[in-house]
C-alpha cells in the first residue's frame, strides 16, 4: 500500500494526473480484433508493462491496469474464467513495476456485461466476480480500485461493495454520461450524474467522477453535476480525445494534445480533482494535461 492514500493527497490542495488510453497502445502493439487484451499481461507482459511506463514518463501520477475486462465473466467469453486471479495479479504487478514506489496504481475494473435486472446473474454471483478481481489486484501490488465506466448504479454498488468488504484499496467509482435529446446527461440507464455520486459515495467510493463517452468540453458540466451533488467527494475525470468522427469505418478522436490541455483548466475550475484520459488518448495527450496542471494555480 502506498504511504499516502490518493484521497489524502488531494484534500491536501493537490490536483493529481492519471494515465490515458490503453486499448489503442495495444493495438499499436499488435492486439488483434477479437483477441483478449487482458490475457497479454500474461503473454506479453513487457509490452504492457511499457504501456504504464510510458504513461508514467509522460507525468502521471498514477496509472491503471490491463484489467479493464478481468472479472470472470468477461474473461469467460475467452475460455479464460479460471485464469482470472492470475490475470489480474500480474495486470498489477506489471503497473506496480512501471510506476515505482512513488505512484499509484489505480486498477481498472470494467462492467461485466452481466443485467441484475435481467436475471442475468444474481447479486451474490456478481459479488462475488468483483471480488475475486479485487482481491487479485490488490495482491499483485495495486493501490486503488477504479471501478469504471459503470451505467448500472446496481452493479456498480455491488462492485463498491467488493472491494470495500474484502480489500484495503481505495475505491474510485466512475460512470459513463450520454448527452440526450433534452441536453441532459445520463448513464445508458437512464442514471443522472447526482444520483450516481450520492449513491456511490453511499456505497462507499473514496472517489468518484465521470469516464468515456465524452470530450473535456461535455465533461466540464458533468463534473459541475457531480460537485453540486458531491461537494466534499474528490472527482477523476477521463475524457476522451474528442466526440469520435467515423473515417472510412474507423472511429477516429481528433482532439489533439494541445487542444485538450486547453480545455483542462475549465474541468478543474468545474471540480475535478484527478485528470486524465480516455479513448482516443495518448501519452503526449497526458504530457499536454501534466504541463497545464504543473504550470498553473486553478
Not at 15 to 40: I, M, N
Not at 87 to 111: C, F, H, Q, T, Y
Not at 234 to 243: K, Q, T
Amino acid at each position: 500500500m502506498r504511504k499516502n492514500r490518493i484521497a489524502s493527497a488531494l484534500r491536501s490542495g493537490r490536483t493529481l494526473v492519471s494515465d490515458g488510453a490503453w486499448g489503442t497502445l495495444l493495438q499499436k502493439k499488435g492486439l488483434k480484433p477479437g483477441e483478449c487484451p487482458e490475457l497479454w499481461c500474461l503473454t506479453h507482459p513487457d509490452e504492457v508493462e511499457n504501456i504504464a511506463k510510458s504513461y508514467i514518463e509522460a507525468g502521471s501520477d498514477m496509472v491503471e491496469t490491463n484489467s479493464f475486462g478481468g472479472t470472470r465473466f468477461k474473461l469467460d467469453h475467452y475460455g479464460l474464467a479460471d485464469k482470472a486471479s492470475e490475470i489480474n495479479e500480474a495486470a498489477a504487478s506489471l503497473s506496480r513495476r512501471a510506476a515505482g514506489e512513488d505512484k499509484w496504481v489505480i486498477a481498472s475494473m470494467g462492467p461485466t456485461g452481466k443485467m441484475l435486472m435481467m436475471g442475468d446473474v444474481t447479486e451474490e454471483e456478481l459479488y462475488n466476480a468483483f471480488k475475486e478481481q479485487a482481491v487479485a489486484l490488490e495482491k499483485g501490488g495495486a493501490d486503488a480500485a477504479c471501478i469504471e465506466t459503470m451505467s448500472d448504479l446496481d452493479e456498480a454498488c455491488t462492485a463498491i461493495k467488493a472491494v470495500r468488504e474484502n480489500t484495503q484499496l481505495e475505491v474510485i467509482a466512475t460512470f459513463t454520461f450520454n448527452q440526450t435529446e433534452q441536453d441532459e446527461f445520463r448513464t445508458m440507464m437512464g442514471v443522472a450524474p447526482a444520483a450516481a455520486a450520492q449513491k456511490a459515495i453511499a456505497a462507499g467510493a473514496d472517489i468518484i467522477g465521470a469516464n468515456c463517452g465524452n470530450g473535456l468540453e461535455r465533461m466540464v458540466r458533468i463534473v459541475a453535476e457531480l460537485r453540486a451533488a458531491a461537494p466534499s467527494t474528490p472527482i477523476l475525470v477521463h475524457a476522451n480525445a474528442g466526440l469520435p468522427q467515423n473515417v472510412n469505418g474507423v472511429d477516429i478522436f481528433p482532439e489533439t494534445p494541445s487542444q485538450m490541455g486547453e480545455l483542462v483548466g475549465k474541468v478543474v475550475s468545474a471540480g475535478a480533482n484527478i485528470v486524465g484520459g480516455c479513448c482516443g488518448t495518448t501519452p503526449e495527450h497526458i504530457r499536454a494535461i501534466k504541463n497545464v496542471i504543473r504550470n498553473f494555480e486553478f
